[in-house]
C-alpha cells in the first residue's frame, strides 16, 4: 500500500494517504479526548451521581448544591430522587445510591459514613383555627388528649420514633388518627382538621396551607439531615461531591 507519490517536483498523498492521515488525525484527537476525561474521572469531576434525598432536602439544600458543584464540574451528570430514609438506607448499602441526604437518626449502620449537615427545631403544626394557633410557644403537654397525625413509621423508624418519644417524655400517649409518607401531607392532613403534627420547622415554611407553626417550649431534640455515603469503595467523583457539599453546607451552618 502506497502513502505517497514521489517525483522529481514533489511528493504528494495517495488516496490511501490520505485516508490514513485523516483517520490518524481523527484517532490522536480522541486519543487526547480519552486522557482529558481519564483525568477528570481520577480527580473525581467526571462522572455519574445517583443522589437521594428527602421532601425538605429538595427544596433547598439539593438545588442548590448540584448547581454550584455543576458550574465547577460540568461535565459530571446527576441522577436525582426523592426517596424515603429507609430505602435511602438500604440503597447505599446495596450500592444502588451514591449520596444520601436523609433524615437522622437511622440506628448504626457500620457500612455507611454518616455526617450531619442541617439542623433545626420541631414545631408543633396546628389548624389556623386551633385555640393553640394564636400562640407563638406552647408546652406539649397542652395538647394532651388530642388526635395527630404522624409520619409512617416504614419510611424512617428513627424519625418517627423520636418524635413519639418527645411526647412520651411529655407524658403523652398519642392517638394517631392518620399517617402519612410524605410530610407535605402531613401538613394537608392538618390543615383538614384531621389531627394535630410535630413537624421539622423547614417542612411548614413554603406551605401554603392553611396551618400554623408553634414552637415548642419543652426541652426536645433537633431534626437532623445527614449527608450519607458508604464506607466501601467508591468513585472518586462521590468523594469529591461529598466533600463539597460538607464544605457548603457547613459554611452555611456556621453562618447562623
Known amino acids: 500500500m502506497r502513502l505517497f507519490e514521489r517525483n522529481r517536483r514533489k511528493t504528494t498523498l495517495t488516496a490511501a494517504g490520505v485516508a490514513f492521515r485523516d483517520n490518524a488525525a481523527a484517532a490522536l484527537s480522541q486519543l487526547d479526548q480519552a486522557i482529558y ?3 477528570l474521572a481520577a480527580n473525581g469531576r467526571l462522572g455519574l451521581l445517583r443522589i437521594g434525598f ?3 432536602a429538595g427544596s433547598e439544600i439539593v438545588p442548590n448544591l ?3 458543584f455543576r458550574e465547577l464540574n460540568p461535565e459530571v451528570e446527576f441522577s436525582l430522587r ?5 430505602d435511602q438506607v438500604h440503597m447505599l448499602e446495596t450500592g444502588s445510591l451514591d449520596v444520601g441526604l ?3 437518626p437511622i440506628g448504626e449502620h457500620s457500612a455507611l459514613d454518616v455526617v450531619t449537615v442541617h439542623r433545626e427545631p420541631f414545631v408543633l403544626v396546628v389548624p389556623a383555627s386551633h385555640h393553640l394557633a394564636k400562640r407563638k ?3 406539649l403537654s397542652e395538647v394532651l388528649g388530642q388526635e395527630f397525625v404522624m409520619y409512617e413509621r416504614t419510611y424512617a423508624p428513627g424519625f418517627h420514633d423520636l418524635i413519639f418519644g418527645m411526647l412520651r417524655g411529655a407524658g403523652i400517649v398519642p392517638n394517631v388518627s392518620q399517617t402519612a409518607a410524605e410530610l407535605s401531607t402531613l401538613i394537608s392532613l392538618v390543615d383538614a382538621h384531621l389531627g394535630i403534627a410535630i ?3 423547614s417542612a411548614v415554611k413554603h406551605s401554603v396551607a392553611s396551618v400554623f407553626a408553634c414552637d415548642i417550649a419543652d426541652k426536645i431534640p433537633m431534626s437532623e439531615i445527614a449527608i450519607v455515603v458508604s464506607k466501601q469503595a467508591r ?3 462521590v468523594d469529591n461531591f461529598r466533600s463539597f457539599a460538607l464544605t457548603k453546607l457547613n459554611r452555611a451552618r456556621n453562618a447562623f
Open 37 to 39: 476525561r481519564a483525568r
Open 54 to 56: 428527602i421532601s425538605t
Open 199 to 201: 413537624l421539622p420547622a
Open 235 to 237: 468513585s472518586a467523583v
Open 137 to 139: 410557644r406552647v408546652r
Open 102 to 104: 436523609l433524615r437522622l
Open 66 to 68: 448540584t448547581r454550584q
Open 82 to 86: 426523592a426517596i424515603p430514609t429507609a
